[in-house]
């Protein structure tokens, strides 16, 4: 169905001296599913559903209903469906600011998701995130964060406490490729290979930090190499196609089952700039062109045309139907009220904090005491 640019590696042995060449891992892991016809159908249905929902969040940015800074998944779509496919329920989720695809994928009602975009208080974070803060422990997705890097130390951390706890559950933590490159990355791979911790680091490689490319950023671009560091398994796979994304992310987890950590690299594209406002003026035409051929929609659905799996007519009736629960996610978001101003520091500590202080800017800390009454003497 898909042409697959796969690359898989294990770390060198313990043993090994240092700088032995990474073995390959040919194998599928035990138990672990391949897809079919129907599930293959779904993906594609996931996908067309991301993309029209994050085009109706971009229109309703301009219409300054959205406020902050808000980044889509367009072109990411594949990438996020073959991941979150191989999560189970009980798995836990961190992910960046980019994060509405995995929000829809994880399973969040999207009338939630999109009120939670336009800032109302029936949003997944009652309206206090926006766009980049989605949280919903239910669905185990622990939050979009909107510093670089920011959920690594925090998914390492969940992986310590599983593994305390003993149970048979993993955490995924995805970022962008510029994040490789701070402290935290580091510190978090290094942690978690030397405690053996139940982990999935995924980079999601679009190939721009923001309007820097990776071969500038970064001294060694093939992102999934800095495993070997830590001496632990890595991949990097095809991110334009969701089949490859699930076989390559459910044997990550198949290994961070087994408890050891994993990081997996998806080369994937971004379709627009790194936010709504960024016009992407720092790319040719002639890239503009390529990256537009390959968007993993027009690709996939024709692999799936080809494989007699859809026709044109119900790629017709699946694109309508996702257009259709976009714009009533955006009404359902429009007609929601705002959060109350009271509830501003609701949520800012897990538990009660003595002397938590509840002021809104300007307001004094305490009631200033009343001068004391003088005889105005001459």
Same mark, same amino acid.
């Given at each position: 169905?898909?042409?697959?640019?796969?690359?898989?590696?294990?770390?060198?042995?313990?043993?090994?001296?240092?700088?032995?060449?990474?073995?390959?891992?040919?194998?599928?892991?035990?138990?672990?599913?391949? &897809?079919?016809?129907?599930? +293959?159908?779904?993906?594609?249905?996931?996908?067309?559903?991301?993309?029209?929902?994050?085009?109706?969040?971009?229109?309703?940015?301009?219409?300054?209903?959205?406020?902050?800074?808000?980044?889509?998944?367009? =072109?990411?779509?594949?990438?996020?469906?073959?991941?979150?496919?191989?999560?189970?329920?009980?798995?836990?989720?961190?992910?960046?600011?980019?994060?509405?695809?995995?929000?829809?994928?994880?399973?969040?009602?999207? /009338?939630?998701?999109? +009120?939670?975009?336009?800032?109302?208080?029936?949003?997944?974070?009652?309206?206090?995130?926006?766009?980049?803060?989605?949280?919903?422990?239910?669905?185990?997705?622990?939050? =979009?964060?909107?510093?670089? =890097?920011?959920?690594?130390?925090?998914?390492?951390?969940?992986?310590? +406490?599983?593994?305390?706890?003993?149970?048979?559950?993993?955490?995924?933590?995805?970022?962008?490729?510029?994040?490789?490159?701070?402290?935290?990355?580091?510190?978090?791979?290094?942690?978690?290979?030397?405690? /053996?911790? @139940?982990?999935?680091?995924?980079?999601?490689?679009?190939?721009?930090?923001?309007?820097?490319?990776?071969?500038?950023?970064?001294?060694?671009?093939?992102?999934?190499?800095?495993?070997?560091?830590?001496?632990?398994?890595?991949?990097?796979?095809?991110?334009?196609?969701?089949?490859?994304?699930?076989?390559?992310?459910?044997? +990550?987890?198949? &290994?961070?089952?087994?408890?050891?950590?994993?990081?997996?690299?998806?080369?994937?594209?971004?379709?627009?700039?790194?936010?709504?406002?960024?016009?992407?003026?720092?790319?040719?035409?002639?890239?503009?062109?390529?990256?537009?051929?390959?968007?993993?929609?027009?690709?996939?659905?024709?692999?799936?045309?080809?494989?007699?799996?859809?026709?044109?007519?119900?790629?017709?009736?699946? /694109?309508?139907?996702?257009?259709?629960?976009?714009?009533?996610?955006?009404?359902?978001?429009?007609?929601?009220?705002?959060?109350?101003?009271?509830?501003?520091?609701?949520?800012?500590?897990?538990?009660?904090?003595? /002397?938590?202080?509840?002021?809104? @800017?300007?307001?004094?800390?305490?009631? @200033?005491?009343?001068?004391?009454?003088?005889?105005?003497?001459?």
């Amino acid at each position: 169905m898909s042409t697959r640019q796969r690359t898989t590696v294990a770390p060198p042995n313990s043993g090994a001296h240092q700088g032995t060449t990474p073995t390959a891992v040919a194998e599928q892991p035990a138990g672990t599913d391949t &897809v079919a016809g129907e599930r +293959a159908v779904d993906f594609y249905r996931q996908m067309v559903f991301i993309r029209r929902f994050e085009e109706r969040a971009a229109r309703a940015y301009t219409q300054a209903l959205i406020g902050g800074y808000c980044h889509l998944n367009l =072109g990411e779509e594949a990438a996020v469906v073959g991941l979150m496919a191989a999560l189970r329920p009980t798995d836990y989720l961190f992910t960046n600011y980019r994060e509405h695809g995995y929000a829809l994928t994880r399973g969040i009602d999207p /009338n939630r998701v999109m +009120a939670e975009l336009f800032g109302r208080s029936d949003g997944v974070s009652k309206g206090w995130g926006g766009s980049m803060h989605m949280f919903d422990l239910e669905k185990r997705m622990l939050g =979009g964060y909107g510093i670089v =890097g920011g959920q690594i130390p925090l998914a390492t951390g969940a992986a310590l +406490a599983i593994d305390y706890r003993g149970v048979d559950e993993i955490v995924m933590c995805t970022m962008g490729d510029g994040t490789t490159n701070i402290g935290a990355f580091h510190e978090s791979l290094n942690i978690a290979a030397l405690w /053996n911790l @139940p982990i999935v680091y995924v980079v999601i490689n679009n190939r721009l930090g923001m309007a820097t490319t990776v071969d500038k950023s970064s001294a060694e671009p093939e992102l999934y190499k800095r495993a070997f560091s830590y001496r632990m398994a890595a991949e990097r796979v095809d991110g334009l196609d969701p089949v490859a994304v699930f076989e390559a992310a459910q044997r +990550a987890v198949a &290994v961070a089952r087994g408890g050891k950590p994993f990081l997996l690299e998806v080369l994937t594209e971004r379709l627009r700039g790194h936010s709504v406002v960024d016009p992407g003026k720092y790319r040719g035409a002639e890239e503009i062109a390529l990256t537009k051929e390959r968007d993993p929609l027009v690709t996939f659905a024709a692999h799936l045309v080809d494989d007699g799996l859809l026709t044109e007519t119900e790629i017709t009736v699946i /694109n309508d139907d996702a257009i259709e629960r976009a714009i009533a996610a955006a009404a359902f978001a429009e007609a929601s009220p705002f959060p109350d101003v009271s509830t501003l520091f609701d949520y800012t500590y897990a538990t009660p904090v003595a /002397n938590d202080s509840h002021r809104l @800017p300007g307001q004094c800390l305490f009631e @200033p005491a009343p001068f004391p009454e003088q005889e105005i003497t001459r």
